[in-house]
């Protein structure tokens, strides 16, 4: 019945949303960067951050500072939706949550003191990765539903890490957003606050399984994303093009607008290739060694970018001309 509840109230609290947003003015206005032609409401993804919120509130006693600073980072993100913020506000307040998340969970006690960096590279990049890859039309739904599946799997099945609601609840907050994204012409998308929210959960969760006996392997839930976010940096780095100036050079972008893929088969198939790694891992992990399996998974990926990048970037300089 809880279930139900935080199914209608999530919903009922969009519908305001959508009210606020629009006599607010807070909507995409498409640019040359842009994957869309047409005014949306930006910032839905504020649902993610409220569902999250519930989740905390039902366990906040086990998790007080991973929780607020979900809000933290969450809260400064949606603001960065009004009204554009200074990119090293936003990285200041990216590192203060990472350090009140790590804190929270006692991984300063877990790991040696020069490790402490490395952890905070490593989710600071997932944060921007995933916040990278919301540009088109149920990417960032549908890919966080699959993952926070398959953590509640892993949950349910193998290792009991975490209270259920707190993947239940933003399960539920992707499948009402889904409903208004995952369409030929999306009313709404999630914007900074959903995609870096849902990033920010994403790892709160994979740290706690990792805490609780978990192996490392399972951040190759994330492959898919970071194959395209990494190489596409690197990419640019490669090129001497400033890596925080927006571009539209992200493979699924190429894709969506040089190649001209319908939005929603391309983030059908980003979600579809991560299905199938995760089934991968899940199921080689009891009798295959570590490196071997994130030999497997990372691999393709990597190697698919090489190939179709090119080509997809020789189509950019034809339009160009054209």
């Not at 607020?68 to 939706?81: N, Q």
């Not at 239940?168 to 499948?175: E, R, V």
């Not at 959960?201 to 839930?221: N, Q």
């Not at 990419?235 to 992200?250: D, Q, V």
Request: glycine content about 6%; some cysteine.
């Amino acid at each position: 019945m809880i279930y139900f509840l935080v199914l209608v109230l999530l919903w009922v609290s969009l519908m305001v949303y959508f009210r606020i947003a629009v006599h607010y003015r807070i909507i995409d206005r498409p640019n040359d960067r842009s994957s869309h032609s047409s005014f949306t409401i930006r910032g839905a993804g504020v649902i993610f951050l409220m569902a999250m919120m519930l989740a905390g509130w039902l366990h906040f006693d086990n998790y007080k500072l991973p929780i607020l600073a979900t809000l933290l980072i969450g809260g400064i993100s949606f603001i960065d939706d009004r009204v554009s913020l200074s990119y090293r506000l936003r990285i200041l307040v990216q590192v203060l949550s990472t350090g009140f998340l790590l804190y929270g969970l006692k991984f300063h006690t877990f790991f040696p003191l020069w490790a402490i960096p490395l952890l905070y590279i490593l989710v600071l990049g997932i944060i921007n990765a995933y916040n990278f890859m919301d540009g088109i039309n149920g990417m960032t739904g549908l890919y966080s539903l699959l993952v926070l599946g398959a953590l509640q799997y892993i949950n349910f099945h193998i290792l009991h890490f975490i209270e259920a609601d707190m993947i239940w609840f933003p399960m539920l907050a992707c499948l009402v957003f889904l409903f208004f994204n995952f369409r030929k012409k999306a009313k709404c998308f999630a914007g900074d606050v959903g995609s870096i929210s849902m990033a920010f959960w994403v790892v709160f969760l994979l740290l706690v399984l990792i805490r609780s006996g978990g192996s490392w392997l399972y951040f190759l839930f994330l492959t898919v994303y970071g194959a395209d976010a990494g190489m596409t940096v690197l990419h640019r780095l490669l090129r001497k093009k400033n890596i925080f100036e927006p571009h539209r050079t992200y493979l699924f972008q190429l894709l969506a607008n040089e190649a001209a893929w319908p939005h929603l088969l391309v983030s059908t198939i980003y979600t579809g290739i991560q299905a199938v790694m995760i089934i991968l891992i899940l199921w080689l992990q009891p009798f295959v060694p570590s490196a071997v399996i994130a030999t497997i998974i990372l691999l393709p990926p990597f190697l698919a970018y090489l190939l179709l990048k090119p080509h997809l970037m020789r189509l950019v300089k034809e339009h160009e001309k054209a």
